[in-house]
């Protein structure tokens, strides 16, 4: 089997900062893209950062600047740090990977159990 496990989330002052980090764990051959999603009540998921396996990086315009995502290939990591927060980036943040697991030829989704980020005062 193959698990995501995210850590890190937390509450936050705006303006502070908080990094996430993402493991992946089982019986992986190979990761490809890795990313972020955030999502709040009633809303759908929204990409925050993705990363390919080359390190090639994506940002939507709302965290563009303050966000940064990377990874670590030798550890099946990926992490996200978040500086100047903002109320808005609230949200449950999940984790995401394209794993090609060990026999067999394709590669597959997976996602994280989700971890809670609230920017407040």
């Known amino acids: 089997q193959v698990k995501l496990v995210e850590s890190g989330g937390g509450l936050v002052q705006p303006g502070g900062s908080l990094r996430l980090s993402c493991a992946a764990s089982?019986?992986?051959?190979?990761?490809?893209?890795m990313a972020w999603y955030r999502q709040t009540p009633g809303n759908e998921r929204e990409l925050v950062a993705s990363i390919s396996n080359g390190g090639g990086t994506n940002y939507p315009d709302s965290v563009k600047g303050r966000f940064t995502i990377s990874r670590d290939n030798a550890k099946n990591t990926a992490s996200l740090q978040m500086n100047r927060m903002k109320p808005e980036d609230t949200a449950v943040y999940y984790c995401?990977?394209?794993?090609?697991?060990?026999?067999?030829?394709?590669?597959?989704?997976?996602w994280g159990q989700g971890t809670q980020v609230t920017v407040a005062s």
């Open positions: 995401k990977a394209g794993i090609q697991r060990y026999g067999s030829p394709y590669v597959n989704e997976y």
């Open positions: 089982g019986s992986i051959l190979s990761i490809g893209d």
